[in-house]
């Protein structure tokens, strides 16, 4: 059709005298991403306002491109789903003269193909969290990077990632501005994670802002917000929060929260309340502190010998704590070595299965674990260590019982069950975030450097496979099981490769897909 | 050249008062002097022994000089034979022979020139004796006959622009939507029936384009386009030609783009042409030889509608050794269509 117009128009103009000449290439290109879903790369085209998809099979690909719904919108950001099996994209106005355009967060299939879900967010949010069911997104104003003359910094909304619907609401706090967003019950990736209160099951959402915490229970609409103050002091501003079901002798769910310039880990008790004008179901919140002391990095809570605990790690004192969160009696376990973060695994014991703290800091040479079955009960019990001899740049925890540990130039393969530290060496730093767990095949491709390599962590027998040119990023695309490495190129160009086996022979490199199809 | 000369000369003196009404009198003594000058002794009338009439005896009869009954510069288009041979104008056999004369042979101006008016030549006759014995003979300028035309070829090199629509052209033209295209062509055309011709011939089209798309990077666009055609033409007036032309062609298209890379690719397609124009050229009328010439030049104004097909714009570069497998995306396809024109010299042979 346009071409018939184009030829209609055409005749109009002689010798092109008359034609009016407009430019379609003369502005630099706009794309930002990539962003992976677990079928495809996406990039967004800001000068066309499009999404591009690119989407590998086996011996090639197809480039989707696809506008917004709507003339005027614009693509604010992207971000897949938490399984990555879906692509969020909120759309906004192009410019404050459309008016009519009104934000819009659309949910894509992971390819592209097939119809959006939209919802109506009322605002160009910059900051989106996924919660660990997936189930729900949070938008929220993350800093004060906007478009918008004017807006609402805690003005949120809370979409439903399994159906159609967003709830707009602003918080109901003491003034202070959202800096973070927080699903406190994080126990498990993929899980739900709501709390019986009351006989409510409530799915609760924590926005964290300076000396104050309001919560949000995601799936009772009707129930009213909980916003906590802590003092005017201001020096309790939350960082981290941490859920705990009833049970264990602990009648109401607790909430934890910690502060980094606290001494004290602030314990919510979240209270069945009625409204007092409606009379709909809700909930409440009585705080209780429980000393820590300073230097609490981070927390966690395990219920042993049915005592519920909550252990904190404290890289002053490099110890492990843990407290009765009924009586908030405490004993502690040196670490013996520094220590900021810590979580828990299970460790087979024979037939038994035990719970295992695990801890590590950046920097140092030694992962600690720590049993503790009994913990309570076992005077004098040390943790054990795996050393890891170039330091722990950064850890990556690839399952229960392996974890990536990335030391410059050399990658360890850390088996904490048997207790084995397999180095990997290379000529370039590692990255163990750009890795991957396909089965038994750790994936790893470090952007700077042009090699794929495959480590089967049955035998640790690595191998790898050079590439034409230095990886920029790398994805692994696992519905699709591919491994891509994109290359520094403007315009377009890629290696993908198999994920179980990676090789020259079966790779492929696609150059200038994003402009395929410019031309038409 | 000289028999011819005498020849015409001849007839025309015998001709004159019967074929024209121009007033120039014969004894012009300038023009004797020239025919003195070109023809010398030779230009003198002819010797009363040689059967012919006096040299003022033309001028001087009653009736017209009879032309000769058999002459085959009669016949019209023909060329006067340059025969020493043709039959010598006597007075008996003029009466007769001036009807059948049909139109004459001679450029009709020359004839007019040398052929003083009837009366003025019975007046002036024993003066124009006198004059004649006494001055060279009035020479008889070159005439020039009418030979039609029945087929021309052209030699044409010019330039026009073609105006493309649609957007991807401006990958390759930073500037507007067109083209410059010079064009050299070589092209004949026969006589049809009346004043319309058939023919045909053979161009080359050229053309060039380049931009910076995306701010940084570089596109050129190269075309080559041999095209054979076809033209109806029609010729209502001597010099001006309305044609249409209907052309085939290849069309080679090389382009470069350099985007982080440089690519360097050829492409083909098939070019097609409809135009219409005209063409002007110098009528004989107004060149040198007249009726006789054989070469003209002019001016050639086309425009019409300009197609090509679509080629796919796949930029690649070469790779290293052993590469891994490597797929270069399409561009999308070029598609160059859209009006044109070109202004062109021409010299025209026929």
Not at chain 2, 226 to 254: I, K, T
Request: aromatic content about 8%; hydrophobic content about 40%; charged content about 25%.
């Amino acid at each position: 059709m346009s071409k018939l117009l184009n030829f209609t128009l055409g005749l109009g103009c002689l010798g092109g005298l008359a034609c009016e000449y407009a430019p379609a290439f003369e502005e630099a290109l706009d794309i930002s991403g990539p962003v992976a879903t677990d079928a495809a790369l996406t990039w967004v085209d800001h000068g066309r306002e499009e999404l591009v998809f690119f989407v590998p099979r086996d011996d090639d690909y197809v480039v989707r491109r696809r506008a917004l719904t709507k003339p005027g919108e614009r693509v604010l950001w992207n971000q897949p789903t938490l399984d990555r099996s879906e692509l969020l994209v909120l759309g906004g106005p192009a410019d404050a003269k459309q008016e009519e355009v009104e934000e819009t967060l659309y949910r894509l299939p992971a390819d592209g193909d097939g119809d959006a879900v939209e919802y109506d967010v009322l605002a160009p949010f910059t900051g989106l969290a996924l919660s660990p069911d997936g189930a729900h997104g949070v938008l929220y104003f993350s800093g004060t990077d906007t478009d918008a003359p004017l807006n609402n910094a805690n003005e949120v909304s809370i979409v439903d990632l399994e159906g159609s619907e967003a709830r707009n609401l602003t918080l109901n706090g003491f003034g202070g501005r959202v800096r973070d967003v927080q699903f406190p019950g994080r126990d498990a990736t993929g899980e739900p994670s709501p709390v019986d209160v009351g006989g409510i099951s409530r799915d609760i959402v924590t926005f964290l802002a300076d000396g104050e915490i309001v919560l949000v229970d995601m799936l009772n609409e009707g129930a009213d917000q909980v916003a906590v103050r802590f003092g005017d002091t201001g020096n309790f501003n939350p960082t981290q929060t941490l859920l705990r079901p009833a049970g264990g002798g602990v009648d109401d769910p607790a909430l934890f929260v910690r502060s980094a310039n606290s001494a004290d880990v602030a314990m919510l008790f979240l209270k069945d309340k009625p409204d007092e004008e409606t009379g709909e179901p809700g909930f409440t919140a009585s705080i209780n502190l429980v000393p820590v002391g300073a230097g609490v990095t981070d927390f966690l809570h395990h219920d042993e010998d049915e005592v519920p605990y909550l252990i904190t790690a404290n890289a002053t004192t490099q110890r492990f704590a843990f407290t009765d969160i009924r009586t908030q009696e405490s004993f502690d376990v040196g670490a013996e070595g520094p220590v900021t973060e810590i979580f828990l695994r299970d460790q087979a014991r024979g037939d038994l299965t035990v719970r295992q703290l695990v801890g590590w800091a950046r920097g140092s040479t030694e992962i600690h674990t720590l049993d503790l079955d009994g913990i309570g009960s076992s005077i004098g019990r040390r943790p054990r260590h795996l050393k890891v001899e170039r330091g722990i740049d950064d850890l990556v925890v690839l399952d229960n019982d392996r974890v990536l540990v990335g030391a410059g130039t050399v990658l360890y393969v850390v088996d904490i069950s048997k207790e084995q530290v397999t180095p990997l060496e290379s000529k370039a730093p590692y990255d163990p975030r750009s890795s991957a767990l396909d089965d038994q095949i750790l994936l790893l491709g470090t952007p700077g450097q042009p090699w794929v390599s495959t480590v089967d962590l049955e035998g640790l027998n690595p191998e790898s496979m050079l590439l034409d040119d230095t990886i920029a990023d790398f994805f692994y695309l696992s519905a699709a099981g591919k491994v891509v490495t994109t290359h520094i190129e403007r315009f377009g160009h890629l290696t993908v490769a198999d994920a179980r086996d990676p090789s020259r022979g079966d790779a492929y490199v696609a150059w200038g897909f994003l402009l395929e199809g410019i031309l038409d | 050249m000289y028999a011819l000369t005498l020849n015409s000369a001849l007839a025309l003196a015998l001709l004159g008062p019967a074929a024209s009404d121009a007033s120039a009198p014969a004894s012009d003594a300038t023009t004797k002097a020239r025919l003195d000058e070109i023809f010398g002794e030779d230009a003198k009338s002819p010797a009363p022994d040689e059967g012919a009439a006096p040299a003022p005896a033309p001028a001087s009869a009653p009736a017209p000089a009879p032309a000769p009954a058999s002459a085959p510069a009669s016949e019209p288009g023909a060329e006067v034979p340059a025969s020493a041979e043709a039959p010598a104008p006597g007075a008996e056999a003029a009466p007769e022979a001036l009807p059948s004369l049909g139109p004459s042979a001679f450029d009709e101006v020359s004839a007019e020139e040398a052929s003083p008016p009837e009366e003025e030549a019975s007046d002036a006759a024993p003066e124009a004796a006198v004059e004649t014995e006494a001055a060279p003979k009035l020479p008889p300028s070159p005439v020039w006959p009418d030979i039609p035309v029945r087929w021309r070829v052209e030699f044409m090199i010019g330039a026009g622009t073609s105006s493309f629509y649609g957007r991807d052209y401006t990958f390759f033209d930073d500037d507007d939507r067109r083209m410059v295209n010079p064009v050299v062509e070589l092209r004949a055309d026969a006589k049809l029936a009346g004043p319309f011709y058939l023919g045909g011939g053979f161009g080359y089209r050229f053309g060039e384009s380049s931009a910076s798309p995306f701010g940084d990077g570089q596109s050129s666009l190269k075309l080559h386009e041999p095209r054979g055609f076809m033209r109806f033409s029609y010729e209502p007036v001597q010099g001006v030609d309305v044609y249409g032309d209907l052309a085939l062609g290849l069309a080679v298209v090389d382009y470069v783009v350099e985007l982080d890379t440089r690519s360097e690719e050829r492409r083909y397609a098939f070019v097609g042409d409809a135009l219409v124009g005209t063409a002007l050229s110098l009528p004989k009328r107004w060149l040198p030889r007249r009726g006789s010439s054989r070469t003209t030049v002019g001016l050639d104004f086309g425009i019409g509608y300009s197609y090509r097909s679509p080629v796919e714009i796949q930029p690649s570069f070469e790779l290293d050794d052993e590469p891994i497998s490597t797929d270069f995306s399409s561009f999308g396809k070029l598609s160059l269509h859209g009006l044109t024109w070109r202004l062109g010299v021409f010299v025209r042979f026929m």
